[in-house]
């Protein structure tokens, strides 16, 4: 049996190869029964069939490619708010991206707590970095920033645009709960030095 692998072609393939070869040998096994009219019938509806299979993977895959990760599809054909351009949006994720980690036993940094988010909302869009982002991808990146900086009644609204609201809303509130126990550290770092 031969091995689509051993062929070095890609496994997308395998499925078109698959009912080829099924459709050749049906063919060659019902051709000594028929005539050359209901032969060639026969292949033509063989061959429709392939093509029509074919088509609905297609489709599928493009459906499937077209779903948003983060958002809803409403949220991303109409953003609740206007949007900056797409280079301004990936300037601030890769910003973002870049910020340091905390020293020694400092607490956390809102920033850095906003550059963990963003590494796996990154991971989800299949992406190492700001710079591979789709356009769509940067929009929803954006605006899951945009509602972790948000006050709490603003992100509330902006929650309904996400698939899982619950959980960015839980993201909003241990962002805040970062920041005020990064602001209590740094603010106690002065007295202590001092003192």
Same mark, same amino acid.
């Given at each position: 049996?031969?091995?689509v692998v051993r062929l070095g072609l890609r496994?997308?393939?395998a499925p078109f190869l698959l009912?080829?070869?099924i459709a050749s040998l049906s063919v060659a096994a019902?051709? /000594?029964?028929?005539?050359h009219e209901r032969l060639f019938l026969f292949a033509a509806l063989?061959?429709?069939?392939v093509l029509a299979a074919l088509a609905a993977r297609a489709s599928l895959r493009r459906f499937r490619a077209a779903r948003p990760v983060l958002l809803t599809r409403r949220a991303l054909r109409r953003p609740p708010l206007p949007? /900056? /351009?797409v280079r301004q949006m990936r300037a601030e994720l890769a910003r973002l991206l870049s910020s340091p980690a905390p020293l020694g036993t400092q607490p956390e940094s809102p920033e850095y707590a906003l550059r963990r988010i963003l590494e796996r909302g990154l991971a989800c869009h299949r992406a190492r970095s700001a710079a591979e982002l789709t356009p769509r991808g940067v929009t929803e990146l954006w605006l899951l920033v945009t509602l972790l900086r948000a006050t709490p009644e603003r992100a509330g609204g902006l929650a309904r645009c996400f698939r899982l609201p619950d959980m960015?809303?839980?993201l909003h509130d241990r962002l805040r709960r970062i920041a005020v126990q990064h602001a209590e550290a740094t603010a106690h770092t002065p007295l202590s030095t001092g003192g």
């Open positions: 049996m031969f091995s496994a997308r393939y009912l080829c070869l019902v051709a /000594p029964a028929l005539g063989w061959l429709l069939g949007l /900056p /351009p960015v809303l839980d």
